[in-house]
């Protein structure tokens, strides 16, 4: 299955009669280097740049070791060397890269590629779906319209190569890395380490593929059956406001599952907008006796959600007891490091350590769970600075990307402590590798309430597409966008056709957005309000389906949200098509994504 054919001066590697390696000294597959990379976070942006003092091109090779199983190659260039042991490990073909040297920190690996292939994955992608063409970027940060579109909440060293011999390949690395699709006969992977190990699968199919991939991260927790029994109403301003707003929508004939009130923890004004406090607690003032209300609530078989992030704002009553025990992420002089989102400043929590990680688990345990919250929005996860020193010694720059998997375990793990899995619903912004474990359900950030493909709200429909790829089962968006800011405002057919669209999705959730009183509520009017139960209904009615598709995804990992070609591969039209997908087998979807229009071109495949 491994077979390796040597010639004058290079090689070509087979695995499964594929070519992945080809090395000759014009074009080695391997070269290493030197770099020094240089961070600055601003608010929601990282700037990254780097330099590079030496980068050797590996041309000279010594197969040091060649078995059935496992083939060892020396590669080197003078005193630099680079030894690759390529062992087959079940389904899988693993290379590992060991360096002789401490100094190289940076490695390039070229892959074989051929002018008729797609790419797909690499995480949440927004803008585009087949990477064929692009560099692609694998570092965790906002993904706001506000900040730069190329980066993602939730990138992965991942992709599937998808023509007549489909694989994924992936990294297992948490530093930055860029992947490189642009070149029609090799694709370039240039990691900022010297990684673990480079895992390659190859599938009969493309959705074998996905399969495999989404058996290697392991799946999602299964949601609780009751999201599937209505809308989760996103709404907030108090227990009667709250009540006023659930009775509107139950008497126009909206089936609620939730309502969603984000300020229960209360509320700050910034430039932003109407931003949350951020202190872990219930605020009275806004939600006197809240835990009579969510009981009240439940009677009527209507849960209560909540809010929570990893950020300890500094003029937060919790601020306090999380300063003096050393739970934050510190800076160089061993003060708390202390960021702002947007204009008000917050400390960290520092999950690496594990007192911290238990603090916060019993706030969660007292001040959410025992109140009676039914789950929540596990928000951020992006804004570790890389010069940040924390408790377990880790490099900040190492440990960036895994900071919101560490995340997502902590509230995964307080649910399995107290047995509360099978019924807390929990969504979540940012990940990496190996977090979908841990994430009940990837919702996809900050969408502009705008029509535009690279910002707005169509670009829910690539990211479904593209997590469903890299194993990611549930997923949900905040219907008609989220981000409100000078001419941006949500309108009437944009909560409409956004409220259309994620009835054809596990979870359908609104959101007020950051400026709530410049945009249009699923309560602004009757027509918005009767338009929203209908599509609720429809929704409602396709539970058993739902359920099915969910069973699916946990017995075989075959996403909900399904790129068209995974059932109809011998179609190539269908890697042109980013605005389109399968609802499970049966359903095809294909949402309208702009205003004013009233014909839509669907490609049948």
Request: aromatic content about 14%; charged content about 25%.
């Amino acid at each position: 299955m491994l077979k390796i054919e040597p010639n004058q001066a290079g090689f070509k590697l087979y695995y499964k009669d594929q070519l992945f390696l080809q090395h000759s000294p014009e074009k080695p597959c391997f070269i290493i280097g030197i770099g020094n990379a240089r961070y600055k976070l601003t608010h929601d942006k990282f700037r990254i740049k780097e330099s590079v003092s030496k980068k050797i091109k590996l041309t000279d090779f010594k197969i040091l070791s060649n078995t059935k199983k496992e083939l060892i190659i020396l590669f080197s260039k003078k005193k630099e060397a680079l030894e690759i042991t390529l062992r087959e490990n079940e389904n899988f073909l693993e290379i590992i890269p060991i360096t002789t040297s401490s100094e190289i920190n940076r490695l390039w690996i070229a892959i074989p590629a051929t002018s008729d292939e797609a790419i797909y994955g690499c995480g949440s992608r927004f803008a585009e779906l087949n990477l064929r063409g692009f560099i692609i970027p694998i570092w965790v940060e906002d993904h706001s319209p506000v900040a730069r579109s190329k980066y993602s909440y939730f990138p992965l060293p991942t992709f599937v190569s998808i023509n007549k011999n489909s694989y994924f390949l992936h990294v297992e690395t948490t530093f930055y890395s860029e992947f490189n699709f642009t070149n029609d006969f090799s694709h370039e992977l240039y990691v900022w380490e010297v990684p673990k190990k480079i895992l390659i699968a190859k599938c009969d199919s493309a959705i074998a593929a996905v399969k495999m991939l989404s058996d290697y991260f392991g799946r999602q927790p299964a949601m609780p059956e009751w999201v599937y029994d209505g809308l989760i109403l996103g709404i907030q301003g108090g227990n009667e406001v709250v009540e006023k707003k659930i009775e509107k929508a139950i008497n126009a004939g909206v089936d609620l599952a939730a309502v969603w009130c984000q300020d229960w923890q209360g509320i700050r004004m910034t430039s932003f907008g109407q931003q949350l406090f951020w202190n872990w607690e219930y605020d009275t003032k806004r939600y006197p006796d809240l835990p009579n209300f969510i009981k009240s609530l439940n009677k009527r078989n209507i849960k209560f959600l909540g809010y929570m992030n990893q950020f300890i704002p500094t003029d937060a009553p919790m601020y306090k007891k999380a300063s003096k025990e050393g739970y934050c992420v510190k800076n160089k002089e061993n003060k708390d490091y202390i960021i702002y989102t947007t204009d008000f400043p917050t400390a960290i929590l520092d999950v690496s350590n594990p007192d911290a990680v238990k603090w916060m688990k019993n706030i969660i345990k007292n001040n959410m769970l025992s109140i009676g919250l039914a789950g929540w929005m596990h928000d951020y996860g992006e804004y570790l600075p890389t010069d940040a020193v924390l408790h377990s010694g880790i490099s900040a720059e190492e440990y960036h990307n895994q900071y919101p998997v560490e995340f997502a375990k902590m509230a995964h793990e307080i649910l399995k402590e107290n047995e509360k899995l099978e019924n807390i619903f929990i969504f979540y912004r940012s990940g990496f590798s190996h977090v979908s474990k841990y994430m009940m359900c990837y919702f996809s950030g900050d969408q502009l309430v705008e029509w535009d493909e690279g910002m707005g709200i169509p670009t829910v429909i690539p990211c479904g597409i593209s997590v469903g790829i890299c194993g990611i089962g549930y997923y949900c968006y905040d219907i008609g966008g989220y981000t409100t800011y000078g001419p941006y405002k949500r309108t009437k057919e944009m909560f409409m056709r956004g409220a259309e669209m994620a009835t054809f999705t596990m979870v359908m959730r609104t959101h007020e957005g950051n400026r709530p009183y410049d945009n249009w509520q699923h309560d602004s009017d009757a027509e918005t309000l009767s338009h929203l139960a209908k599509m609720v209904k429809i929704h409602v009615h396709l539970k058993p389906y739902l359920k099915q598709l969910s069973k699916e995804y946990q017995d075989e990992g075959i996403p909900p949200i399904r790129a068209c070609f995974l059932h109809y591969e011998s179609d190539p039209e269908l890697h042109k098509t980013k605005y389109q997908y399968l609802f499970g087998k049966d359903l095809l979807i294909a949402p309208v994504i702009k205003p004013q229009t009233f014909t839509w071109k669907t490609y049948f495949p």
